[in-house]
Nanobody, 116 residues
Framework: QVQLVESGGGLVQPGGSLRLSCAATGFTFSNYFMRWYRRAPGKERELVANITPRGNDIYYADSVKGRFTISRDNDKNTVYLRMNTLKPEDTAVYYC?????????WGQGTQVTVSS
């Protein structure tokens, strides 16, 4: 059974940091592009970051470039999102996604709230 389980969300003050984790089971993790998306209240879903199966190519949305870092551990079947210098506009539900041709899996999401 395919599962993506996110963790690490919460409430943080502006300027703070969080690290999200997404643990994958039920598929060959190392064959998949791994992505973090977010959906803020009243906004469209946004691709935040993408990492290729071997981790050799990474994409970031302009809104998070220089502040967020995506990484993966194929031995642990886990993808991470390190978020630094958080801003109120980063408040959203963050979703983990695993994608390749023929496969597209989603986690349940984890809430990140940036507020003083």
């Amino acid at each position: 059974q395919v599962q993506l389980v996110e963790s690490g969300g919460g409430l943080v003050q502006p300027g703070g940091s969080l690290r999200l984790s997404c643990a994958a089971t039920g598929f060959t993790f190392s064959n998949y592009f791994m992505r973090w998306y977010r959906r803020a209240p009243g906004k469209e879903r946004e691709l935040v970051a993408n990492i290729t199966p071997r981790g050799n190519d990474i994409y970031y949305a302009d809104s998070v470039k220089g502040r967020f870092t995506i990484s993966r551990d194929n031995d642990k079947n886990t993808v991470y999102l390190r978020m630094n210098t958080l801003k109120p506009e980063d408040t959203a539900v963050y979703y983990c996604n695993a994608w390749r041709f023929g496969g597209d899996y989603w986690g349940q999401g984890t809430q990140v709230t940036v507020s003083s």
